[in-house]
C-alpha cells in the first residue's frame, strides 16, 4: 500500500531562519510527488517533482526528489511571516487516474 | 479567474440528513476529486472522476455517493450525514494524466458539522 510521512508535523521558527520540511515514501510504482502550501483554504501548488536529484526552486523555496531513498525536502530560506501555513506532500503512484496520496502536513508558524 | 468553485462554503446538519455538495471548475479540467480533510490527517481522497459519467471510490468512499452528468460539475452526497462525517470538504481539478502529470487545482473548501 503506497503511503507518505511527512515530519515535523510542526515546526516554530523565527523570521530569517531557513527550514527543512521532510516528505518520505512507500510506492509500489512511482509517477510524481507534489508540494502544497495551504494557508487558510485552499492548497496551492508549487512543484511537482519526477526525477531524481533535479531541484525545483521558485524563490526562497526549493525542493528535490532523491528516488533511492524514498523522499523529498522542502527547503525554505529567509522565512517570513507569510510563509506561515500547513505545508502538504502528495504522491501519485502508478495509472493515469492522477490520484494523490498525502501526507499528514506539516504546520508551519513563523514568528516576527 | 473561478477556477474551482465549491457550495455552500458552510454547512450544519443534523444526524440523518441529506445534502449534496457542489463542485464547479471553468477550466475544462477531465479530471475531478473529492477530499476530506480532518485534523491531523492531512488530505484523504473520497471519489474520483477521469471524465463525465465516470467516477470511482478513492480511500474513504463509505457514506458517500457521487455523480459527473457534466464535464464542469462534480456533486458529492451524503445520503444519511452521521458526525463522523464532520470535516472540511475540498474539491480538486486536473488535466487529464493520460500524456503527462498535471497538478490539481483545488477549491477552497466546506466546512461540514454533523451534529
Known amino acids: 500500500e503506497d503511503k507518505v510521512v511527512q515530519s515535523p508535523l510542526s515546526l516554530v521558527v523565527h523570521e530569517g531562519d531557513t527550514v527543512t520540511l521532510n516528505c518520505s515514501y512507500e510506492?509500489?510504482?512511482?509517477?510524481?510527488l507534489l508540494w502544497y502550501k495551504q494557508e487558510k483554504k485552499a492548497p496551492t501548488f508549487l512543484f511537482m517533482l519526477?526525477?531524481?536529484?533535479i531541484e525545483k526552486k521558485s524563490g526562497r523555496l526549493s525542493s528535490i526528489l532523491d528516488k533511492k531513498e524514498l523522499f523529498s525536502i522542502l527547503n525554505i530560506t529567509a522565512t517570513q511571516t507569510g510563509d506561515s501555513a500547513v505545508y502538504l506532500c502528495?504522491?501519485?503512484?502508478?495509472?493515469?487516474?492522477?490520484?494523490?496520496?498525502f501526507g499528514q502536513g506539516t504546520t508551519l508558524q513563523v514568528k516576527p | 479567474n473561478a477556477g474551482v468553485t465549491q457550495t455552500p462554503k458552510f454547512r450544519v446538519l443534523k444526524t440523518g440528513q441529506s445534502m449534496t455538495l457542489l463542485c464547479a471548475q471553468d477550466?475544462?479540467?477531465?479530471?475531478m476529486y473529492w477530499y476530506r480533510q480532518d485534523p491531523g490527517m492531512g488530505l484523504r481522497l473520497i471519489h474520483y472522476?477521469?471524465?463525465?459519467?465516470?467516477?470511482a471510490k478513492g480511500e474513504v468512499p463509505d457514506g458517500y455517493n457521487v455523480s459527473r452528468l457534466k464535464k464542469q460539475n462534480f456533486l458529492l452526497g451524503l445520503e444519511s450525514a452521521a458526525p463522523s462525517q464532520t470535516s472540511v470538504y475540498f474539491c480538486a481539478s486536473s488535466y487529464s494524466w493520460a500524456w503527462s502529470n498535471q497538478p490539481q487545482h483545488f477549491g477552497d473548501g466546506t466546512r461540514l458539522s454533523i451534529l
Open positions: 502528495g504522491l501519485h503512484g502508478s495509472g493515469n487516474t492522477g490520484k494523490l496520496i
Open positions: 472522476s477521469v471524465g463525465e459519467g465516470t467516477t
Open positions: 519526477t526525477s531524481s536529484g
Open positions: 510506492v509500489t510504482n512511482f509517477r510524481s
Open positions: 477550466m475544462n479540467h477531465e479530471y
